[in-house]
Each structure stands twice: as C-alpha cells, then as structure tokens.
C-alpha cells in the first residue's frame, strides 16, 4: 500500500463506510484499536480497486468480527478512569 494516493471522493467514502460499521458494532468492539483495525482492511481493500460501498463495509465488519481486542480485556490498571 506504500504510495497508495486517495481521491477526496474515495476517502469520502472509505470515512463514510468505517462510520457506519463502527456504528453497527456492540459497544464493547467500539474501540479505537479495532476502528484502527478495520480502517486498515478498508483502505487495503480500496487499494486493490474496491469501490462498492456494501463491498467494504462486508471487509469492514469480518476484520471487527476476527479482532479479538475487548475494552474489558484490559487490565485494572489500564484502563482509563
């Protein structure tokens, strides 16, 4: 993906997208390692040409569904008060 250049549109898009699969997640996969996640298959995925919106928000969710990073995973410790 090194050198990959976006047109405002598709990163319009890819925003658009990773808002309404964060939108569909539970509360608990709502974090900003599995967005970072998810965000990440998306621009992978458009990086390869993908444009269709149903298409990426499809990659979207199965990276949020393969990621394993609960907010209740974290320790005491470090979570935030």
Do not use: F, W
């Amino acid at each position: 993906m090194t050198g990959a250049v976006y047109q405002p549109e598709l990163i319009e898009l890819m925003r658009s997208v990773l808002e309404e699969a964060t939108a569909m997640l539970p509360e608990a996969k709502r974090t900003s390692t599995i967005k970072a996640d998810i965000a990440s298959e998306i621009l992978a995925c458009a990086a390869k040409g993908e444009r269709d919106p149903t298409v990426l928000k499809s990659v979207a969710l199965s990276a949020a569904a393969d990621c394993t990073h609960y907010s209740h995973d974290i320790s005491e410790d470090r979570r935030a008060v």
